[in-house]
T-cell receptor
Framework: GQNIDQPTEMTATEGAIVQINCTYQTSGFNGLFWYQQHAGEAPTFLSY??LDGLEEKGRFSSFLSRSKGYSYLLLKELQMKDSASYLC??????????WGAGTKLIIKP | IAGITQAPTSQILAAGRRMTLRCTQD?????MYWYRQDLGLGLRLIHY???????GKGEVPDGYSVSRANTDDFPLTLASAVPSQTSVYFC???????????FGEGSRLTVL
């Protein structure tokens, strides 16, 4: 079967670093996505990993290990505007996205 | 229009009524999707269309229907709304050559 799991909620301090983990199981894999969703808004694309390793994009980085079925999103120099839900999703063999329930990130001053 | 547009943004509906949520994109994307998002659950796929003229069922298709007469439009119809269909509905599109989804702003539907 297919499943995907990420923590429900995390809290971090402004200016700090936080890592949001995502684990998945699937027989067919065509990449892993991270999206950001502010309350009451639509999800917006953050990153896409299809090969193992770290992809860096400004303050955000995403890592993938296909053999472990594991990814993380790393947010550096946290800002209050980073308070949002972060959605992890993998693309299966039919090119459909399977979504995690999202991790609500709370940033405290 | 720039991107993907949904209408209405919010609607309160009596149970048993018929409702169509509209979705239009001007990016000429081949694939389009309808998701519902409920508190504590991930985005769940209702129906999808890989190209104009074709549609497919997602994870939670019961009670919903779609059509894809052309590339731009992908309406979602609730034939007879029930309270369990109270949710936020997102339409999304994807170009052929990438996996990135582009989302509409969402339609908040309340069925009483």
């Amino acid at each position: 079967g297919q499943n995907i799991d990420q923590p429900t909620e995390m809290t971090a301090t402004e200016g700090a670093i936080v890592q949001i983990n995502c684990t998945y199981q699937t027989s067919g894999f065509n990449g892993l996505f991270w999206y950001q969703q502010h309350a009451g808004e639509a999800p917006t694309f953050l990153s896409y990993n299809v090969l193992d390793g770290l992809e860096e994009k400004g303050r955000f980085s995403s890592f993938l290990s296909r053999s472990k079925g594991y990814s993380y999103l790393l947010l550096k120099e946290l800002q209050m505007k980073d308070s949002a839900s972060y959605l992890c999703a993998f693309m299966d063999s039919n090119y459909q996205l399977i979504w995690g329930a999202g991790t609500k990130l709370i940033i405290k001053p | 229009i720039a991107g993907i547009t949904q209408a209405p943004t919010s609607q309160i509906l009596a149970a048993g009524r018929r409702m169509t949520l509209r979705c239009t994109q001007d990016m000429r994307h081949n694939a389009m999707y309808w998701y519902r998002q409920d508190l504590g659950l991930g985005l769940r796929l209702i129906h999808y269309s890989n190209t104009a003229g074709t549609t497919g069922k997602g994870e939670v298709p019961d009670g919903y229907s779609v059509s894809r007469a052309n590339t731009d439009d992908f309406p979602l119809t609730l034939a007879s709304a029930v309270p369990s269909q109270t949710s936020v509905y997102f339409c999304a599109s994807r170009p052929r050559d990438t996996g990135e989804l582009f989302f509409g702003e969402g339609s908040r539907l309340t069925v009483l």
